[in-house]
Structures are given as structure tokens and as C-alpha cells.
């Protein structure tokens, strides 16, 4: 296959062909592209893998390590350009941009600061910071010295933390005194010194200061984060990685236990984060890439860091939110930087959508080439509006579906190259084979008809994640033991006849009414297009005849609207929509749904609300907006 420089496809026909080698010859198309990068030693073995034990393995024997791919390479050739460009939460403070040449000195220094306390490769790293510039150093500087960094969101409580750090027996926490976010002050270090009563493994705390508050610091493990690089060096040699080496540990939500730590390896997630990258944002020289996404999620570590950096792009970091101190903030970021990718959330395109369009107006958005959408279907509405008014009908949405454990893009359009379509994810990206698979666990083989199923990948990619940390048996058993010799997605997808792919939702969102399996999200899809109504959440509930039977939490763009002609339409649309058997049997109207700070809707506690069973709604520590949920309770209709 032949590239350009920067790796990228740029017609439909290379698109295809690109596709065609990457099935027929993996081994053949993922040399190649990784011949674009800086390896130390050469590898081996391109691929060996066995979905049955489960083992993959990528460039075996290949040694490198991913921050010379982002840091050392781009220095002479772009010592200058800026490599992040950090927006902070309050427009009036000062933004920083830190070039490649400043950035690679920082990570080096740090670099040292982790081995001055003793951290050695392998060891693994808890950083719980929020969106700052040093929260990538950090986590450069532990990639540099094959530390395994584990990153738990900065909205996560001291007992989330605990958990994520014992299960990886981290050696070192490293975070902030305090942070910002839109109006709220955040205490991060007193969330972590209750975290710290239970956490035997850590030795030492490094604490950056974002802010003067005063900070509790405990004596012999507690460090300043200034005061440590006064006594580091910022010239450091990189420790020389091997490709299955680990890179990180990210912990995601399973349906069931406690949250999974997904491990990713240093050769395959640089190979497979940056060719998904510069294909499906399709970057240039100077662009000016946006992910709104925290780094404390999969979204941010290979979309704001790892891939943009090992691409050589400016990656432009947001402290803040999108409401503060107004619903410009976003559509402001976009001017004053002259963005030209936006890689943002469906959640965040419809609570912006709710607002006046004069916000948008008001903002010259004519730099953006490409939008970008991730973490879940995004429906019709959302779609329309971010390409209308945020487009205006030129900027190609990459709707990117992919998960923690995917590390990469799996199904996304190449902005330019192939063709877009409202909801739809369209074509699998090189290298990724999905299988639809029926009810019967057997694949539904493409026939240029259109076909619905359970979403599963035939193959592996570069950045699948390995295993889960400590627990190989929970890896196999989550993920490849629901169809042999594939890997399975927990999502449904439908097909269209010319074989693009539109993901429907979580299987375990799936309700069956009837006998009839109804996926939320299409249900939903439907009652959002309403013209008076902003979002919904569908859940089913135990129902003495039917088995199941649907109820709605429906948020209205007008609160006044509220009536029951209103929930008759409602049950119309989806009628109209999708069918009867679809129509939501009870309609509540709420002022919003209890949603993770990364944005999903937590479905598991309006299943609870909607069963009248809100003694045991479980852990809703993780919830963004928690006194929501008794507002939802009072009203419950629960006859
Ligand atoms: O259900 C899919 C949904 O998000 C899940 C993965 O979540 P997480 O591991 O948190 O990663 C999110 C960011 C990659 C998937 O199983 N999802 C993600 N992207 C999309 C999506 N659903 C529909 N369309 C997407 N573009």
C-alpha cells in the first residue's frame, strides 16, 4: 500500500484497496505502516495471535518507545510548533502553548522526577489529574521511563480511586491540589488523602499546585511537584521498550463487578492510535485538532495525546466545560484557535443544541474542516444540527465507534475520503473486521442485504487491549467466549445493503417486550426527533403480561410543554418510527437524566427507578449530577 507521507488514504479507490491488503495480508499492510515510525531494533514477528487462549501479539520482538515517536522525532523538523495548546476553565486566565521542543524537555525532566523516587519500569503509576498540561507530561514521563501509568478521571470519588490503585498495587500517585471546573472548586488533594487511608502500595505523592489554596501535604510521601524538579536533570534517555511491553492501564465499566483494568502495549496502540488518526481526521500541517474529551477517558489518551503527538499535530486541551461562564465557550475555543477538527460527544452536541443558535451565530466557526462524534449512537437530530449549524454543510462528521478496549477507531468515516450518513458509522477503517452475528451465535454473512445483529470482529487490530490487569480469565470470558475466534463488542449493530454500519447500542441495553427485542437507543432516536424534545432515556420494567414494557424519562427543550397530548405524540412518533410494539407505555417528563461524568446516561438506575426498586440503587458515586436522582424518584409514575 502505498501512502502518503503522513500515512493517510486519500480517495475511495486507496480506501478500498488499503482495506482489501489490510484482510488479505495484515502482516504485509501493518509492516508498512509501521515502517513510518522510530523503532530501536527492528521487530520480528509482525502478528501471532489465538482468540481462543486469548493471546495477541504485535511486532514482536520490535523495540521502541512511544515518546521518542512523539516527542524526539518531531525535533528537527518542528522543534517550534506547538504540540498542546491548553484553554483554561476560566477565559480570563492565560492560555498556554508549549512547543515540541518545550514539551519534550518537561517529560524528560519529569522523567527524572519519577525516577528520583524511585519508580522503575513496570512500576505502575495512579495519575488523577485534571485536564492540565501536566497531566500529559505526567503521563509521557511514565511512558518514557516504561512506567505503566493508570489515569482515573479527576470527577472520580476517593473510593473509585482506591480501588483502581490497590487492583494495580500503584507505587506513586501523582496529582493536583486543586482544580477548576466551571464553577466549582475542586479539592483533588483532599479527595486523594481519603483515598490514601486505604492504599498500602503507594510510597510517594507528587502534587502539582494549580492553584495557591492551601494544601494538606503528609510528611515523607507527599511531594510538590516544583520542588522535585528543581532536583531533576531534563536529559533523559528513553528506556528502551519492548512492543508487547506495557503502556497503560485504563479501567472501564463492565456490565457486571467491579471496573476492568484494560492494558494496552506500547508498539500495536502507537501504531494503531496514529494511523487512525491521520485517517480519520485527515490533518494537516498546520491544523488546529480539538477533542473536547477528558484525558481521563480511552478518547482522550489516543485522541488528545498519543495519537495527535505521534502524528506531530497541535492538540488543543480544554480545562473547562461547555456551559461556563456561558454556552459560548465552546463555539469561542473554536475562533480563537482557528479549530480545524472538533472531536466532541453526542451528549455534548445536544445539550449545546438546546441553547439559542445566536451563541453559535455570534462566532466565526469557518476554519473547521472536520467534526468528529464518540461514545455513543448519535442520533438523527444531533447529527442534522452539528452539520447544519456547526458544518454549515461542509465539515464531513466522523461518527467514530470504538471502546477502551479497542484503543483505536474501528468503524469511523475517513473525513473527505468516504462517504458520511446521518447516524451511521459507516465502513470498517483497514485492518478491522466486524462480524454481524444472529441470535443463533452464527455470523450473518454480507450479502448486500441489510441485517441487524450482535457486533463482533473477526481479527486483530494494533491497539486491542491485551488483557485485564490481574485477571486474564474475566479478559477471555467477557470477550471471547460469547462467539468462538471472535472478539465481541457487547454492541448490536445494524448493516445497510452496501455494508456500512450503524451501532444500535449495549446489548445489555436491549429490552425485550413481548418477545420482541427493542434496543433503546432506536426508541429513543425516535422520540428525539420531536421537535419539542432535547433527550430521552428508554429502560425496560417488569410487566405482568408482556414481560417487559417500556418507560420513557424524556427531557422537553420547554418545560411548559409538559402534558399528556404531548406524551400521546410522543408514542406516536415511535410508532411512526419504529412500530407499535415500540411505543413507551409510561412517559416521564424530567429536568435531566443521572449521567456519568463522561456523559452516559446511567440506565442502570432509571431500570431501578422505573422497577420501584430505589431502596438499592447501588453505587451512584460516578454520576455527574447526583440530586437528580430523587428528583426523578418523587415523580416516578409507578402504578
Ligand atoms: O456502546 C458503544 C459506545 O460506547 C461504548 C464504548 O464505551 P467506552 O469504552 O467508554 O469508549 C467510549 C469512547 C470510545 C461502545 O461499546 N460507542 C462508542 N462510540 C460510539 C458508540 N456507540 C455508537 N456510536 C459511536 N460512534
Not at 422 to 434: D, K, M, N
Request: one cysteine or more; hydrophobic letters at 35%; glycine letters at 6%.
Amino acid at each position: 500500500m502505498n501512502f502518503d507521507e503522513n500515512l493517510q488514504i486519500k480517495s475511495f479507490a486507496n480506501y478500498k484497496k488499503a482495506y482489501r491488503e489490510s484482510v488479505e495480508n495484515p502482516e504485509k499492510f501493518w509492516d508498512d505502516v509501521a515502517n513510518h515510525f522510530l523503532w530501536k531494533e527492528k521487530w520480528k514477528n509482525t502478528l501471532s495471535w489465538d482468540f481462543k487462549k486469548p493471546e495477541v501479539k504485535w511486532f514482536e520482538g520490535g523495540k521502541l518507545n512511544i515518546t521518542e515517536n512523539c516527542l524526539d522525532r518531531h525535533l528537527e523538523t518542528q522543534p517550534n510548533k506547538d504540540a498542546i495548546i491548553w484553554e483554561p476553565n476560566d477565559p480570563n486566565e492565560e492560555s498556554r502553548h508549549i512547543t515540541y521542543k518545550q514539551l519534550y524537555l518537561k517529560v524528560c525532566q519529569f522523567a527524572n522526577v519519577l525516577k528520583n523516587n524511585g519508580i522503575e519500569k513496570g512500576d505502575r503509576v495512579c495519575i488523577y489529574m485534571p485536564m492540565i498540561p501536566e497531566l500529559t507530561v505526567a503521563m509521557l514521563a511514565c511512558a518514557r521511563i516504561g512506567a505503566i501509568h493508570s489515569i482515573v478521571f479527576a470527577g472520580f470519588s476517593s473510593e473509585a480511586i482506591a480501588s483502581r490503585i490497590n487492583d494495580a498495587e500503584c507505587k506513586m500517585l501523582i496529582t493536583a491540589n486543586n482544580y477548576y471546573r466551571g464553577r466549582k472548586s475542586i479539592e483533588l488533594k483532599d479527595i486523594c488523602d481519603e483515598a490514601l487511608k486505604n492504599t498500602p502500595s503507594i510510597e510517594t505523592v507528587i502534587v502539582y499546585r494549580r492553584t495557591v489554596n492551601p494544601t494538606p501535604m503528609k510528611e515523607g510521601r507527599d511531594k510538590f511537584w516544583f520542588d522535585e524538579l528543581q532536583k531533576a536533570y531534563n536529559d533523559n534517555e528513553a528506556e528502551v521498550m519492548d512492543a508487547e511491553d506495557p503502556l497503560f492501564i485504563l479501567y472501564t465499566s463492565g456490565s457486571t463487578g467491579k471496573p476492568k483494568g484494560m492494558v494496552h502495549t506500547s508498539g500495536g496502540y502507537l501504531i494503531g492510535t496514529a494511523f487512525t488518526f491521520q485517517n480519520v481526521f485527515q490533518p494537516k500541517k498546520d491544523d488546529i485538532y480539538w477533542c473536547s474529551a477528558d484525558i481521563g477517558w480511552i478518547t482522550g489518551h489516543s485522541y488528545i495525546v498519543y495519537g495527535p503527538l505521534a502524528s506531530g499535530a497541535t492538540t488543543v486541551m480544554f480545562e473547562g466545560v461547555p456551559s461556563y461562564p456561558d454556552y459560548n465557550r465552546f463555539w469561542e475555543i473554536i475562533e480563537k484557535y482557528k479549530i480545524t477538527q472538533f472531536y466532541t460527544a453526542p451528549t455534548a452536541i445536544r445539550a449545546l443544541a438546546k441553547q439559542p443558535i445566536a451563541h453559535v451565530e455570534k462566532h466565526d466557526l469557518s476554519s473547521l474542516k472536520v467534526l468528529g462524534s464518540v461514545g455513543e449512537p448519535i442520533n438523527e437530530e444531533a447529527w442534522h444540527w452539528f452539520n447544519d449549524n456547526i458544518g454549515k454543510g461542509n465539515c464531513p462528521i466522523v461518527d467514530t465507534w470504538w471502546q477502551t478496549e479497542t484503543g483505536s477507531i474501528m468503524i469511523s468515516p475517513l473525513a473527505g475520503v468516504t462517504a458520511t450518513r446521518p447516524t451511521f458509522a459507516t465502513l470498517p477503517l483497514p485492518g478491522v473486521q466486524p462480524a454481524l452475528m444472529d441470535e443463533n451465535g452464527k455470523e450473518i454473512e454480507f450479502n448486500n442485504q441489510q441485517a441487524e445483529g450482535r457486533l463482533a470482529i473477526k481479527a486483530p487490530w494494533p491497539a486491542i487491549a491485551r488483557t485485564v490487569w490481574g485477571d486474564h480469565e474475566r479478559y477471555k470470558n467477557t470477550y471471547f467466549s460469547a462467539y468462538e475466534n471472535k472478539y465481541f463488542t457487547g454492541d448490536a449493530a445494524y448493516r445497510d445493503a452496501s455494508g456500512n454500519y450503524r451501532i444500535t447500542g449495549r446489548v445489555d441495553d436491549v429490552v425485550i417486550v413481548s418477545g420482541h427485542n427493542l434496543g433503546t437507543a432506536p426508541i429513543e432516536n425516535a422520540i428525539n426527533e420531536h421537535e419539542k424534545i432535547a433527550e430521552s432515556a428508554i429502560v425496560g420494567y417488569p410487566h405482568e403480561v408482556k414481560g417487559k414494557s417500556l418507560y420513557a424519562f424524556v427531557i422537553l427543550n420547554n418545560d411548559e410543554d409538559a402534558s399528556e397530548k404531548l406524551k400521546e405524540e410522543i408514542r406516536k412518533q415511535v410508532a411512526k418510527v419504529i412500530g407499535a410494539i415500540a411505543k413507551p407505555e409510561k412517559i416521564q417528563f424530567v429536568p435531566e437524566l443521572p449521567k456519568t461524568r463522561s456523559g452516559k446516561i446511567m440506565r442502570r438506575i432509571l431500570r431501578k427507578i422505573a422497577a420501584n426498586q430505589t431502596e438499592d440503587l447501588g453505587d451512584i458515586s460516578t454520576l455527574e449530577n447526583d440530586d437528580i436522582v430523587k428528583k426523578i424518584i418523587d415523580k416516578a409514575i409507578l402504578d
